[in-house]
């Protein structure tokens, strides 16, 4: 019997891009400001910016995917915070698909339920054995999916 194992990390380019990219403008903008606005009002803005890009790159840098003998695990950032699990035997089978451009990145409720992506538009329907699903972004989908199936015992695209 073949044992189910997987791990997967997608970056979310956006949020190294775009926050770094805002902190940049307001220190340009502070540099350029009124030589009567108060230096000290700068450095207070700046550093408040500082701190929450640490705090939301904290939280939402990555998505980690792992895949045991347990069940699946995923997770945005380095922080224990946001994260979701979902033991094997919840699991009824899982079947690569694409999230579309205009879902966008992060945590989303959609129209075909929740979507955790960070990265690309390849993804992994989870359907659970209480009729529900999720999708799951992955630089691999096929590995993903395939991998559950094997943890739920459910017929692999290679044996249909």
């Not at 950032?77 to 990145?105: D, T």
């Not at 054995?129 to 993903?144: A, E, I, V």
């Amino acid at each position: 019997m073949t044992r189910a194992h997987f791990q997967s990390r997608q970056w979310m380019t956006v949020l190294w891009i775009l926050l770094p990219m805002s902190t940049l403008a307001v220190a340009l903008f502070g540099i350029g400001a009124d030589k009567g606005q108060s230096a000290h009002t700068f450095w207070n803005v700046l550093g408040i910016m500082l701190v929450v890009n640490l705090i939301v790159l904290s939280m939402f840098a990555h998505l980690s995917i792992v895949l045991n003998a347990r069940g699946l695990y995923w997770r945005f950032g380095v922080l224990p915070w946001p994260r979701w699990e979902l033991a094997g035997a919840e699991i009824a089978f899982a079947e690569v698909c694409q999230s579309k451009w205009y879902e966008g990145k992060g945590i989303r409720l959609t129209a075909e339920g929740m979507l955790y992506n960070a990265a690309g538009n390849g993804a992994v329907r989870v359907h659970k054995k209480d009729g529900k699903s999720f999708r799951l972004g992955c630089n691999n989908p096929q590995q993903l999916s395939t991998q559950i199936n094997i943890l739920c015992g459910a017929p692999t695209a290679s044996a249909k």
